[in-house]
């Protein structure tokens, strides 16, 4: 006798979540990392904490934009495209000058200088009168992010606008979980 299984699955998966705790696991190691003074891997730990950030928001955008405009959702625009829509068909106030904001771009030109990394050529001669840090010199633009209390704001502000923008989205929490389930069903053959 053969068997025949029908398997039925139904799931909403949200990846955001999964990115936003990574993001704050990262944030706390960091954090405990600090409080130790056993801060080997720190720098480590606070790039993943940013970049998980820079991730979560993209994705709890792309969420909020999906329940808002459904098959109308421009997912293959930019962030800040993407932010700007959600600005004109909900009812937020946000600006790109200021906080939340400021602290979302600055985050998404951090995780695209990591995400497209190209190399950085730097070919200079500077004449000073001050002893130089040489090893500064082989630091890039984007390493200046890296620090807690940017690794803490970065967090902060994307906790912030996420939770501005499922509030102007009139989106229960209970609807950004992951759920579902399934069932299996077997027939045997005669």
């Not at 705790?21 to 990262?26: D, E, G, L, P």
């Not at 940013?50 to 991730?55: E, G, H, R, T, V």
């Not at 939340?100 to 200088?113: C, E, G, H, V």
Request: hydrophobic content about 40%; overall charge negative.
């Amino acid at each position: 006798m053969a068997e025949k299984y029908e398997v039925r699955i139904e799931a909403e998966r949200f990846i955001h979540n999964d990115l936003s705790n990574c993001a704050n696991v990262m944030r706390k190691i960091m954090g405990k990392k600090f409080e130790s003074q056993e801060t080997d891997g720190v720098y480590s730990v606070m790039m993943s904490s940013l970049i998980f950030s820079a991730f979560s928001i993209e994705a709890k955008v792309n969420f909020v934009g999906w329940k808002v405009l459904e098959k109308g959702w421009p997912e293959r625009a930019s962030l800040t495209e993407k932010i700007d829509l959600l600005i004109k068909v909900l009812p937020i106030d946000l600006k790109w000058g200021e906080r939340p904001l400021q602290t979302i771009a600055k985050l998404s030109n951090f995780r695209n200088t990591l995400a497209h990394g190209k190399p950085d050529i730097v070919d200079k001669t500077v004449i000073t009168h001050v002893r130089p840090e040489v090893w500064d010199a082989l630091k890039g633009e984007w390493e200046s992010s890296v620090t807690p209390e940017n690794v803490e704001r970065c967090y902060d502000d994307t906790e912030k606008l996420w939770k501005i923008l499922f509030e102007a989205a009139q989106i229960p929490v209970s609807k950004t979980l992951t759920h579902g389930g399934h069932s299996l069903s077997v027939e045997v053959q005669t």
